[in-house]
């Protein structure tokens, strides 16, 4: 019987009474969540399947909430994906360069196919891929045919966008890895399989994992989590703030005197 998900324990901000407690009481300031929610909460996004349209819509309304949250705070984002469709990773693509936030990629198993154009996406200096992680580039694929009642305007039409959309996952690579046109062009003529190592030759991934990295990641990811802490913190004061003028406001209300005729003295 295949094991569930595990929840996790993220840390709260403390108050002020609450750190004077004593440790059995230190639980209060955690919650716990479904594993994938907990790494959110860190700005970790992990794409695990095919990018399908349920996945890559939950990956970008993610961004765009990290986003909303700290816009200068890094995302990092893990991929171990087959690919997927091409209108869908090209979405991906450009929303992953269109928020401020810088996001980091990292392929730990495979990223095949239009995963491997998500994985080149991420910010410059800031794509890595695991030790024996295989990166696939190839042509963006479709079936098309003529349906009952098409025309062959119809079918033509539909080629010339699928040729549109190769001319811009083609320009986007080259732009991401610093490769000119034609070499774009020439590798992904049939299946390429690369290494990691091969991946960092060519210009889609800056570096090979390792554990400096994972350690550079963990600080980064600590220093952003007490930024967070001590924004809740600042707006935990301000409701507190506001909930005492409301108070002071009704007790003013209640101090004056109304006679039996309704009217104030």
């Known amino acids: 019987m295949p094991l569930g998900l595990p929840n996790i324990a993220i840390d709260l901000p403390k108050k002020e009474e609450e750190e004077e407690e004593e440790e059995e009481e230190e639980d209060k300031n955690q919650e716990w969540y479904d594993l994938y929610s907990g790494l959110s909460r860190l700005r970790i996004i992990f794409i695990y399947d095919e990018l399908s349209e349920e996945i890559v819509n939950q990956t970008m309304g993610l ?10 705070a890094d995302i990092f984002c893990f991929i171990n994906s087959p690919g997927g469709t091409l209108i ?20 730990i198993g495979v990223a095949a196919s239009m995963a491997s154009y998500i994985l080149a996406g ?13 990166i696939m580039l190839h042509q963006p694929a ?15 039409h539909d080629v010339r966008e699928l040729a549109e959309l190769r001319e811009h996952v083609v320009h986007n690579y080259a732009k991401q890895t610093g490769q000119p046109y034609w070499a774009i062009e ?24 390792n554990k400096e990295h994972v350690r550079n990641m ?23 703030e506001e909930v005492d003028e409301e108070e002071v406001d009704e007790e003013d209300v209640d101090e004056e005197e109304v006679d039996p005729l309704g009217l104030r003295r």
Not at 122 to 134: D, F, H, P, V
């Open 218 to 240: 963990s600080e980064k990811m600590k220093k952003y989590q007490e930024l967070d802490e001590k924004q809740d913190e600042k707006q935990g004061e301000v409701d507190e």
């Open 122 to 134: 991420g910010e410059k200096t800031k794509r890595l891929a695991t030790a024996y992680s295989r």
């Open 88 to 107: 869908l990773g090209s979405g991906l693509y450009d929303m992953m360069n269109s928020v401020p936030p810088d996001i980091n990629t990292t392929s």
């Open 63 to 72: 961004i765009a909430s990290l986003s909303i949250q700290n816009s200068k």
């Open 142 to 156: 479709a079936e098309l045919s003529v349906k009952n009642g098409g025309t062959v305007a119809e079918f033509l």
């Open 186 to 209: 020439q590798m992904i003529d049939r299946d390429a399989f690369l290494s990691a190592s091969e991946a960092k030759t060519f210009g889609i991934v800056d570096d090979i994992m």
